[in-house]
Nanobody, 114 residues
Framework: EVKLVESGGGLAQPGSSLRLSCVAS????????MSWFRQAPGKGVEWVSR????????YYAPSVEGRFTISRDNAKNTVYLQMNRLKPEDSGVYFC???????RGQGTQVTVSS
């Protein structure tokens, strides 16, 4: 069974940090580029970041460039999203997904509020 399980979300104050994790199982994780997406209430899905399969190339949406860092550990079948200097507009459900879109997690809620 394929699973992508996100964790690490929660309530954070503006300017603080959170680290999201996404643990994969049931498929060859190391062969897939991985992305993080987010969806705020009442809004569409927004792509956030992507890391290639060997973790030597990363991409970021302009809205998070310089604040978020994506990484992965293929030995642990895990992709991470380090989120620094959080803003209220970063709030939403964050989920990880293979680049192909074939596999996607259920998401973890991030709320940035004072």
């Amino acid at each position: 069974e394929v699973k992508l399980v996100e964790s690490g979300g929660g309530l954070a104050q503006p300017g603080s940090s959170l680290r999201l994790s996404c643990v994969a199982s049931g498929f060859t994780f190391r062969s897939h580029d991985m992305s993080w997406f987010r969806q705020a209430p009442g809004k569409g899905v927004e792509w956030v970041s992507r890391v290639n399969s060997v973790a030597d190339t990363t991409y970021y949406a302009p809205s998070v460039e310089g604040r978020f860092t994506i990484s992965r550990d293929n030995a642990k079948n895990t992709v991470y999203l380090q989120m620094n200097r959080l803003k209220p507009e970063d709030s939403g459900v964050y989920f990880c997904q293979t680049l192909s879109g074939e596999y996607r997690g259920q998401g973890t809620q991030v709320t940035v509020s004072s």
